[in-house]
């Protein structure tokens, strides 16, 4: 009786030292890529906005707004493929002292941001502007609403019972981005080494003001520092915004209807 090796053809035993230096040649270009990511050196970008505004003299003075350069936008597209990645992490914007906090609120695509009602009477959040459109409709101290932010662009938020509440989502297709402080200083980190498209938005700026502070820019193995980005807020005038329904807001009424019993 033949022994069970003698039973193994031998073509079969040929073909298999034969394959075996290919799929182990497979395996080394699917481990080589993995292990390049992991070793790809992750840096942080910086910098610090300077939002100034022009007089009719042509001086520029700092912006009259508190001095405030808080919430812009400052963010980096990768010139070389796609820089988007999927997300898990959730996003929170709270409901406190009748105000939205933060004010503005950078992620990326498919993002969920939590919406805490955290005062005692009731809020209505929405946004029927460019962007993501929802309504929450109206609900409690304590309860919360989540919000999908499923494609890139500016949501403006308000609340339907208080007119001064406002907030806005910058959605992205990039991780990588920041808002800047009060001092308008940020932090971009976790940055692959290469070459980007640095971009910022603010809502006291123009399309066209924005656009002149855009820029290509390398990202280097000691990361980068962008020193002072002066930005523009020449011709900007708030507005007031409607509610939910087109109309103004009555300033007049007092609904202690809507306080939580």
Not at 54 to 83: H, M, Y
Not at 99 to 111: D, I, K, N, S, W
Not at 220 to 235: A, C, F, I
Request: net charge positive; hydrophobic share 40%.
């Amino acid at each position: 009786m033949k022994s069970e090796r003698e039973k193994v053809p031998r073509g079969l035993v040929q073909r298999l030292f034969i394959l075996l230096p290919v799929a182990v040649g497979a395996c080394a270009l699917l481990i080589v890529p993995w292990r390049a990511v992991a070793l790809a050196k992750l840096v942080s970008v910086k910098g610090i906005v300077e939002t100034v505004r022009s007089k009719a003299t042509g001086r520029e003075v700092k912006s009259s707004v508190g001095g405030d350069a808080s919430g812009v936008v400052v963010w980096l597209e990768a010139i070389a493929g796609s820089s988007h990645r999927a997300v898990r992490t959730r996003r929170l914007i709270r409901q406190e002292g009748k105000r939205f906090m933060p004010h503005v609120l950078a992620t990326e695509v498919g993002a969920e941001v939590d919406f805490p009602n955290l005062d005692p009477f009731f809020h209505n959040v929405f946004s029927i502007y460019d962007g993501r459109r929802f309504d929450l409709g109206l609900y409690a101290s304590g309860e919360t609403r989540p919000v999908a932010f499923n494609r890139p662009g500016v949501s403006y938020i308000f609340c339907n019972i208080h007119p001064q509440m406002s907030a806005i989502v910058v959605a992205l297709e990039t991780p990588h981005h920041a808002v800047t402080d009060k001092r308008g200083a940020f932090v971009i980190d976790g940055v692959p080494e290469g070459r980007y498209r640095l971009e910022l938005w603010h809502e006291r700026s123009t399309q066209e003001l924005l656009a002149a502070v855009d820029r290509e820019l390398e990202v280097g193995p000691g990361g980068l520092d962008l020193g002072t980005l002066r930005l523009s807020e020449e011709g900007f005038t708030p507005q007031p915004h409607r509610n939910k329904y087109g109309e103004e807001y009555d300033l007049r009424r007092n609904p202690p209807a809507y306080r939580k019993p």
